[in-house]
């Protein structure tokens, strides 16, 4: 059965969200107003470590629309099932942490999540007024204090997911996103790009073209280089970006592998690969056989589109053996003739060929792999 030895799994506790963003892959406050169910989760993860015993590592993202809106008591239940299941098993959020951070949620972030990593995301121009314009200043403020508390009283290591927006890309200096970033006192940052599913594919006004947000990406490279933002706040994009180039290693949105890697489990029970097309291409459930789900012909059709499906425009760019085509679910600008990756900095690298400098933007705790795949 094809599947990867080291797989990530978006554990997906709930479809809605008490946000409304318009760039969200999921939809929003309009997604389905159910939550996961524990029991049937862990059912699926006993029988898979069983019936596939190489996979060794597996790490685990409660996910959603938002997952902190899940019961926490059901959550304590699916972490305590899935520890330690797997050789190395670990765990990870995305929240947007716009919600009143009770002690009980602070107590289950603490108890389970304290080692590995807390993600929180972030945009310029949506989130915060999502649901109603009026609140956007005490949502901003409510979700830089959770960040604080986190990170100040309860130590937790964070990584701040930036979005990246038109008017983000029209409007704010990338370096000046990074200090913000390290201000608040998170250890990482990811940029990531946005791909027209869910409620981004209603509003594609949100969408940058892919040259302005290549050119905006080479700002961010250029800006992090001469200000030795490095030493900081690890940048995982970066990060990756020089692992290509170094090592020619294809890591998270290049690895045009995510299909045979990744598992999406909805919260109602379906699967998928991919998180992005998880609600919309689901090919198995996790009450179905483990054959059944890795064998479903709409999976394997699915890994071999991904490998082998590639824009024929790659195949004659000099960065390919860089690039890998990038992620494939990303869109090229309509005129078919700009590809959705930071080109710009795939050719400064191939030309001013700093490979001390750029070494210097590996991380060297390995945290950008097994973390959800920004694209
Ligand atoms: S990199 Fe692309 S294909 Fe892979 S998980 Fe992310 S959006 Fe999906
Ligand atoms: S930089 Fe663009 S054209 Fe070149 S390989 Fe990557 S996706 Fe393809």
């Known amino acids: 059965m094809v599947i990867a030895p080291e797989i990530l799994v978006y554990l997906k506790t709930t479809e809605t969200c008490n946000l409304n963003c318009r760039h969200c892959f999921t939809s929003g406050h309009l997604g389905k107003k159910i939550f996961f169910q524990p029991q049937p989760v862990i059912d699926f993860f006993r029988r898979l470590k069983e019936e596939c015993s190489w996979i060794r590592s597996v790490r685990f993202v409660f996910h959603g629309g938002e997952p902190m809106l899940a019961p926490v008591k059901d959550l304590y239940q699916v972490h305590a099932g899935l520890d330690r299941l797997f050789p190395s ?17 602070r107590d289950f972030l603490s108890a389970t999540l304290l080692e590995d990593g807390l993600g929180t995301s972030w945009d310029h121009d949506i989130r915060f007024g999502s649901a109603s314009a009026a609140q956007e200043a005490t949502q901003r403020a409510l979700w830089e204090k959770n960040v604080r508390t986190l990170i100040e ?82 940048n995982m994009l970066l990060s990756e970006l020089a692992e ?33 097309t998880g609600p919309s291409q689901a090919w198995g459930h996790i009450g179905n056989s483990i054959s059944e789900n890795l064998r479903s012909a709409q999976r394997l059709r699915a890994i071999s589109c991904e490998r082998f499906e590639r824009n024929p425009a790659c195949y004659s760019c000099e960065a390919f053996q860089y690039c890998n085509s990038d992620c494939s679910k990303l869109p090229w600008d309509e005129d078919g003739d700009r590809c959705p990756a930071p080109k710009e900095i795939w050719t400064q690298m ?26």
């Open 350 to 375: 191939m030309t001013e060929k700093k490979f001390l400098a750029y070494e210097k933007l590996l991380l060297s705790d390995d945290r950008g792999r097994g973390l959800p795949h920004g694209i």
């Open 244 to 276: 290509g180039f170094l090592k020619r290693q294809h890591t998270a949105n290049r690895c045009r592998n995510c299909e045979s890697s990744l598992l999406t489990i909805n919260a109602d029970g379906t699967i998928a690969g991919c998180p992005n």
């Open 89 to 105: 098993t670990s765990f990870g959020i995305q929240t947007n942490l716009v919600y009143p951070l009770t002690q009980e949620k």
């Open 153 to 234: 009283e309860d130590g937790h290591t964070m990584t701040l997911m930036v979005s990246i927006t038109k008017r983000l890309v029209q409007e704010r200096d990338p370096a000046e996103v990074i200090e913000y970033a390290q201000r608040l006192g998170f250890s990482h940052i990811l940029f990531e790009r946005i791909t027209s599913d869910g409620n981004a594919k209603l509003h594609q006004d949100v969408l940058p073209g892919n040259r302005e947000q290549g050119l905006w990406l080479q700002r961010m490279f250029n800006s992090t280089l001469e200000n030795k933002s490095y030493l900081k706040i690890g």
